[in-house]
């Protein structure tokens, strides 16, 4: 008995070591060959972006860096303001010129395309074709923000540059996260517009500092390829599938509230300066994946923020223009909207946002869509 249980052993031992090896081999081969992380890489500047005391993060101005996924390849250059925008802008506005301020996350700052594919810079294109030299598009998404950091960033970015209208892009991951903005945020943040305040911690990091093991998110990517798990993964997580089921659980209702209340000071800021406030709502791709899903659960609502935060931006005067239903138009199944493991969209979902945006935000800006119509653009110095 004995001898046998130490051969059983022996042999358990062998088989350990050889299963270790092989994932250790096929580690190796995936860290040198197929790396399965987001990696950075500088092409200018020693870092990409930084924390922000108020804000939360900004980008280091000029910084131009490489990042490299899984699933995409782009590069990102940042301008002497702090953002991702190439468009050239003489120091006063010239007259006849409308200025939109756009504000939102990294589905605005463009995160998984490269520039010319974001949807800021697609709609710029076609709004040049349509109304040249009357259009100054002004991109400010900012990665990992929400409507608390995006209502700082207006308040700093609205009076300098001197805009005439502001669209936000809001996502219903931004509901997650937001918490109240309180006064000693706004008093923390008087050094105004631009002037960023104390930079403590790098955020985005070279490859070698932020170690991933590489086989576990290959089977993550494998994973969820498939629709009914995604959806469900997605669904059995509290934090995120709380967040969709009707009626809404005490937490999930606590942050609509307080979004509520940041849309409308957004709302209430915008008023004072005399220009119109307008959100474009950009859905996740878990919400299109169960639209589409044949079979669904009555108690998960994929259009829940549309319908109770459009119903509240109405009744504050503010546009409110949902895309998630243009998007489900353009899910023929042949070419893919959201980068499946990332979740940011793909070129082709940015042209859906683009044209969207083209389409529905700004007939509301002309107020009436008459294309031959000029923006009404305000004076200067206001």
Known sequence: MVPRLIRWARDAAIALAVSLALVLLLE???RLFAPQSLTGTSVRGEHFSADDSVLG???????????????YRVEYAINADGFRDARQRPAHKPPGVTRVLLLGDSFTFGQGVNYEDAWPVVAE??????YPGQ?????????????????ILLRRLARQLDVDAVVLGFLINDVYTNVPLEARDL?????????WDTVRTTVFRRADETP???LLTLARRLVTSFDPVYIGLYMSVPARGDFLRTPLPPLPEEKLQITEDLLGQMATF?????????VLSIPQQFQLLYLQRPARDSTIDVHLYDRRLGAFASRRGVAWVETLDAFARADTGGVELFYRLDGHLTPTGNAVVAGRFVEQVVPNLLGGGNPGRAFPARAAGR
């Open 28 to 30: 190796g081969f995936l």
């Open 57 to 71: 993060l900004r980008y280091v101005p000029r910084a131009v860096w490489r990042f490299r996924s899984p699933e």
């Open 125 to 130: 294109r076609e709004l040049d074709r349509l």
């Open 135 to 151: 259009l100054d598009l002004i991109k400010a998404g900012v990665q990992g923000t929400d409507t608390r950091s995006q209502l």
């Open 187 to 195: 008093e923390a943040d008087a050094g105004g517009a631009l002037s």
């Open 212 to 214: 991933t093991f590489h």
């Open 270 to 278: 915008c008023d004072s300066l005399g220009v119109p406030l307008l």
